[in-house]
C-alpha cells in the first residue's frame, strides 16, 4: 500500500478528505443531462436543421395520428388487396398475386 501511494505527495490524507466532499464533474454533468437539474426543451423543427415549416395545428395533428395508426394501415391495405392493388398500389401487388396464383391453380 505504501507503494500506491505518490512519492511526495506529502499530505494525501487532505487531499483525499477534500476530493470526497467535492462531487465529481461526471456526476455534475449527469445530473444537468439526466438529474434533477435537467431543464425540459422544446425542440423546434428549424433548430434540428429540417426545413423550417409553420407549426401543425391541432386538427393536423389529430389527421396526422388517425393515418399513422395501425387501424387504419390495415384497412387500407385491406382495401388494396382487395381491389388488387391496380387502383391504389403501383401494381407491383397485382403482379405477385398473379405469379402466385399461377402456382396455388
Given at each position: 500500500m505504501a507503494a500506491a501511494a505518490a512519492p511526495?505527495?506529502?499530505?494525501s490524507a487532505p487531499q483525499a478528505a477534500g476530493s470526497a466532499e467535492a462531487?465529481?464533474?461526471?456526476?455534475?454533468?449527469?445530473q444537468h443531462l439526466v438529474g434533477d437539474k435537467r431543464?425540459?426543451?422544446l425542440l423546434e423543427p428549424g433548430m434540428?436543421?429540417?426545413i423550417p415549416s409553420?407549426?401543425?395545428s391541432?386538427?393536423?395533428k389529430m389527421i396526422e395520428k388517425a393515418m399513422e395508426s395501425c387501424a387504419f394501415k390495415a384497412?387500407?391495405?385491406c382495401v388494396g388487396a382487395g381491389l388488387n392493388a391496380g387502383v391504389i398500389g403501383c401494381g407491383g401487388f397485382a403482379a405477385f398475386s398473379a405469379a402466385i396464383d399461377y402456382y396455388l391453380r
Amino acid at each position: 500500500m505504501a507503494a500506491a501511494a505518490a512519492p511526495g505527495a506529502g499530505g494525501s490524507a487532505p487531499q483525499a478528505a477534500g476530493s470526497a466532499e467535492a462531487p465529481l464533474q461526471y456526476s455534475l454533468l449527469l445530473q444537468h443531462l439526466v438529474g434533477d437539474k435537467r431543464q425540459p426543451r422544446l425542440l423546434e423543427p428549424g433548430m434540428l436543421g429540417g426545413i423550417p415549416s409553420p407549426a401543425k395545428s391541432e386538427e393536423q395533428k389529430m389527421i396526422e395520428k388517425a393515418m399513422e395508426s395501425c387501424a387504419f394501415k390495415a384497412a387500407l391495405a385491406c382495401v388494396g388487396a382487395g381491389l388488387n392493388a391496380g387502383v391504389i398500389g403501383c401494381g407491383g401487388f397485382a403482379a405477385f398475386s398473379a405469379a402466385i396464383d399461377y402456382y396455388l391453380r
